[in-house]
């Protein structure tokens, strides 16, 4: 019997504030960080790996977090993770004292989320199989049995997600094939960070449109006048044949989000990401019945499945953005997909950021062979850096995620690079005091 025998947890910080990538009207200076999560087993080869992200200070509040929970899975077997995750699942959402920090947001979440990332990669390494490969060949009953439908069943009940598992297993042979081929449409960010000059945005969307996207998403906020001329520039630059999309990053109050959208319709946006906070339902639909026709999108600082019940079902979005790192792991992320699928929400999932483009490329795999059956219409976002630290990075042709062959959820570190980034005392670290 194969058996967990020690969980760690790292503090790794990427310093990404130096050249301004991940900058924002908000967060103006990140560091991309990972809570980086250990699992070993008595099997020295089988090892589990996991992440939260965050922006660099923070990121040891996290780690400090997930090491509340590692006991919860002391001296289990493989076998009895595999079969009692959804419970397991419940043990750490619900338990009796750290549940009070959330319930189910937050720190607390965050640390749920890596350490379940990591469960779920060794999950999939131990049948030998990348993490989609695993969800989408596993029978609807066993499904079940992972998903969280509490509070939701209003929403989502227990008949409506199976029938969905159900009615699509006829397909997935066939769509497996459609990704070999064709891959999965993605959009980059990396050419519109706000603290990047025009020049540098012009720049990079040539090289991007070169290397095959058509999908631009540019960051706006601080300034109008400046936004607009920054859209103009880049329409000019990528012509009308390629999407735009803009994220404000929660920016705006409820009147200037009226306010900025409406001053960029001319650009014929593909959609506009969090324009207030994202925890403003009623101001998103506010904002929505406000700007006619133009799609509005959020999800990548959403804490879980009941904040996104009550968007989809206020119809106050037209676009779900999912992230990795902040539901909580797969249990809650295939819900939110269910969810999202009965009451016609498509799904762009969040990705930038580091290790979450390695993550989402198995989750929009999974949405299209199990859930949705459609892609054409949907892009998944890219960012392009900091893939050089993974072994085994996510592979775009032409602007397309193409499907992870390698077993595991893909986000396994070099060595090198943990030793290097950990905070505060990896070399980079301490050498830059």
């Not at 589990?48 to 990121?59: C, K, R, S």
């Not at 997935?172 to 706000?194: C, F, H």
């Not at 009941?306 to 999912?322: G, P, R, S, V």
Request: glycine fraction near 6%; proline fraction near 3%.
């Amino acid at each position: 019997m194969i058996k967990i025998t020690n969980i760690s947890v790292e503090d790794v910080r990427f310093p990404t504030s130096k050249d301004l990538t991940g900058s924002d009207a908000i967060h103006t200076d990140p560091d991309y960080s990972a809570t980086y999560v250990t699992v070993e087993t008595s099997d020295l080869k089988l090892k589990g790996y996991g992440i939260a992200f965050t922006l660099g200070e923070g990121n040891d509040i996290v780690s400090k977090c997930i090491e509340s929970y590692i006991p919860i899975f002391k001296n289990i077997t493989c076998d009895e993770l595999e079969k009692n995750i959804g419970k397991l699942w419940y043990d750490c959402a619900d338990h009796s004292q750290l549940r009070w920090l959330g319930p189910e947001k937050g720190v607390v979440h965050m640390a749920l989320a890596a350490i379940f990332n990591a469960l779920w990669d060794l999950i999939a390494k131990k049948n030998n199989k990348p993490l989609w490969k695993f969800v989408v060949e596993s029978k609807p009953d066993v499904i079940m049995n992972w998903l969280t439908f509490k509070y939701i069943e209003d929403a989502l009940s227990k008949d409506d997600a199976y029938n969905i598992l159900l009615e699509n297993q006829k397909s997935i042979e066939s769509r497996i094939k459609v990704l070999n081929e064709e891959g999965y449409p993605s959009y980059t960010t990396a050419a519109g960070w706000l603290g990047y000059s025009n020049e540098k945005i012009i720049e990079l969307c040539n090289k991007y449109i070169k290397l095959g996207w058509k999908h631009f998403k540019i960051k706006v906020g601080n300034n109008l006048d400046e936004d607009v001329k920054r859209l103009e520039v880049i329409r000019k630059t990528i012509g009308d044949d390629c999407s735009i999309m803009v994220d404000a990053n929660q920016q705006w109050s409820i009147k200037q989000s009226i306010e900025h959208i409406n001053a960029y319709k001319k650009f014929n946006l593909l959609f506009v990401e969090e324009p207030t906070s994202p925890d403003d339902v009623i101001g998103f639909k506010k904002i929505k019945e406000s700007v006619g026709d133009v799609n509005l999108a959020t999800g990548e600082a959403c804490g879980g499945r009941i904040m996104f019940k009550q968007f989809f079902e206020t119809k106050a979005i037209d676009i779900c953005q999912i992230d990795s790192c902040r539901l909580g792991s797969i249990n809650e992320i295939l819900t939110v997909l269910l969810m999202a699928h009965k009451l016609k929400i498509p799904v762009f999932p969040h990705a930038g950021g580091v290790g979450l483009c390695e993550y989402v490329q198995h989750l929009c795999m999974i949405d299209y062979i199990l859930i949705n059956g459609e892609k054409d219409n949907k892009v998944v976002e890219y960012q392009d850096s900091l893939h050089e630290h993974f072994k085994y990075p996510c592979i775009i042709k032409e602007g397309n995620y193409m499907l992870p062959r390698d077993n595991g959820y893909s986000i396994e570190m070099k060595e090198q690079s943990v030793k290097t980034y950990s905070y505060p005392n990896g070399d980079y670290w301490k050498s830059n005091k």
